[in-house]
């Protein structure tokens, strides 16, 4: 008899196995000769060679199935066991709009046609620029589409960065040290990852650096390989800082960069590198660009009319 170790990683064994282990209870019942023990985050596979490639492939397909929507039930099991995927039917979400599956069930999905293009553009660019008023749901998408990819292990890690410039406050005088000063600049970007990933697994990426959250200028001097980077706020970049921040993707990375062009807060005479990269990087191959507008927003109501008198009044 031959036995062959499943060992589960980034997995809660409760939505994987099911209560009292049912789920696996299920497989072990399709397949009476063999033997599957689950014990701690290992499951132990013992029988005929043909029994255990049969019964890998049903595992396979079960964690494939928990990647993408964080619980497996019963009626996906048998529907494995039968070979048809029935998580169509049993999900009641549009599978083409599901970024991911988050926290406590959460669908994280992209609601508007713009934001179904940003992910869209991301599956096929490596670098893509995402530009568009406050509430369009720009950086929220992108955090979502990075937390995919390290879910599907395209990449080893996720950086996410902004430029620490003062909208209308000084940093010198915020209490605490320089971490403290510039975490509530990135605490959109902490939300964000709250929703997506549980907290104990969360606190584990952060502290082993899987996810690391930084001010822009800290990725001076560095190449970021085998990662998914995000610049937010880019529109509060210099031309150098933007080009700096370009310059450190390495072979295997990709990148989005967010912007509201209507909320620049640089100094009345330095240039955004937003808006320079925009003019400078038209036309080339391998990057694509793209605009969200009103019609996106996906906040309160009074967002879109707010914005709209803001710039008609801009007018």
Do not use: C, W
């Amino acid at each position: 008899m031959l036995e062959k170790i499943i060992t589960l990683e980034d997995v809660s064994m409760v939505d994987f196995l099911g209560i009292h282990n049912s789920n696996i209870k299920e497989v072990a019942a399709a397949f009476p000769e063999s033997k599957i023990i689950s014990r701690g985050n290992e499951i132990r596979i013992q029988g005929t060679a043909p029994e255990i490639i049969r019964i890998t492939d049903v595992m396979d397909s079960l964690l494939a199935h928990y990647q993408k929507y964080g619980k497996v039930t019963n009626d996906n099991v048998k529907g494995y066991l039968n070979g048809i995927s029935k998580t169509s039917t049993k999900t009641g979400e549009d599978d083409d709009d599901v970024i991911i599956y988050g926290n406590k069930g959460l669908v994280v999905k992209a609601k508007t046609p713009n934001q179904k293009l940003l992910v869209e553009q991301a599956a096929k660019y490596d670098l893509v620029f995402a530009v568009g008023p406050a509430g369009t749901g720009k950086t929220y998408t992108a955090v979502a589409i990075a937390v995919r990819a390290l879910k599907n292990k395209e990449v080893k890690k996720i950086i996410i960065t902004r430029p620490a410039v003062e909208a209308g406050e000084n940093l010198g005088f915020l209490p605490g040290d320089l971490k403290e000063k510039i975490d509530p600049y990135l605490r959109p970007i902490y939300d964000a990852l709250d929703d997506m990933i549980a907290p104990e697994k969360l606190k584990l990426y952060l502290e082993s650096r899987v996810i690391e959250i930084a001010p822009l200028a800290y990725m001076r001097g560095r190449t970021l390989n085998n990662a998914f980077i995000l610049l937010d706020e880019a529109q509060n970049t210099t031309p150098m800082q933007m080009k700096m921040f370009l310059t450190r993707m390495g072979p295997s990375s990709k990148a989005i960069i967010t912007g509201d062009k209507s909320q620049i807060d640089l100094p009345k005479n330095l240039k955004s590198g937003l808006i320079d990269s925009l003019n400078v990087l038209k036309g080339i191959k391998g990057i694509s660009f793209v605009e969200l507008d009103g019609s996106d927003v996906v906040r309160h109501r009074l967002v879109k009319d707010i914005l709209a008198a803001y710039e008609k009044s801009e007018q």
